[in-house]
């Protein structure tokens, strides 16, 4: 399917104004389910999900326009956007709310117990001048009080993905990737990685996205990690289909030192070969017809 860009109000994405949706699901990758078990949506709410998700996608792209496996993703992080919940965005606020103006200069203190109390106030008052608040607090000196700011995010408003997506596209490419490290040090990686295999679907895509753009911001180690040790070998594999489809230039030869480690299950170490294969294949030079 075709999907219209739209260009208005953002002058970076008119290069690109059409977007191919693949039809595989890499949900299904993911669980091997019949095709017939994935979830739809209506054509009208897909256009609007997959122009946040690939913008999002998008976000550390320079260059180059996006390979098939991305823009397998972007379907999936559409469905996953569209299943978190039933709201689309953070709401405006007319004006500056003095509740949160108050919780900001709280988030000055020179006691980081006083900031972290800040944020998690910040994240029950929900809205647009929090969610500025909240992502600003990525820029703390302290590791505590980011991995406070990360938990806070999390849990300002129900569509968690569309949070961090927009966080990630208003950050610097340092505040990226404390956003990434964030992510692991607060615990939602681990939490999101426990969900990429189980019951609910929605909590599947929730972490998919999650994970994929942690991944996206440089945050793989705790992904690397989850290969070689999860007790789980479906979330093994799960992640390893993950990484592969994230594209980071660093992912091949951390694949390759995990596939000559001894312990990992016959199972994982396949996967991850041919994880191997398929990134370099995609990665290959097309070939030029010589004049």
Known sequence: TLL???AEGQAEESEASLITVTDESVFSLLTEEDESDTITIEQ???EADVQTVYEAALVFETDSEPGNADQVVVDVLAKSLDLAGNERGIDPVDGEN?????????LKSDEVAERVAALE??????????????TRSFDDPVEEVRNATAQALYELKTDRADSF????REGSPERRRRIGVALAGSG??????NNL?????EKTYEAFSILFLMAKAGGVQPL???IQDHPHVEVRLAVIKLLAFSNQSEIVPSFRRLAVRGSLPPEVRSAVMEAIHEMNSQSQPTPQTLA
């Open 4 to 6: 219209q860009k739209n």
């Open 44 to 46: 009208h709410d897909a």
């Open 98 to 106: 003095p509740v949160i103006s108050a919780l900001g200069e709280r």
């Open 121 to 134: 106030d910040l994240a029950r008052e929900g809205g647009d001048q929090a969610f500025q608040l909240i």
């Open 165 to 168: 997506t927009m966080a990630l």
């Open 188 to 193: 939602i990686a681990a939490e999101a990685i």
């Open 197 to 201: 295999v189980g019951e609910s679907r």
């Open 224 to 226: 690397l990690d989850a």
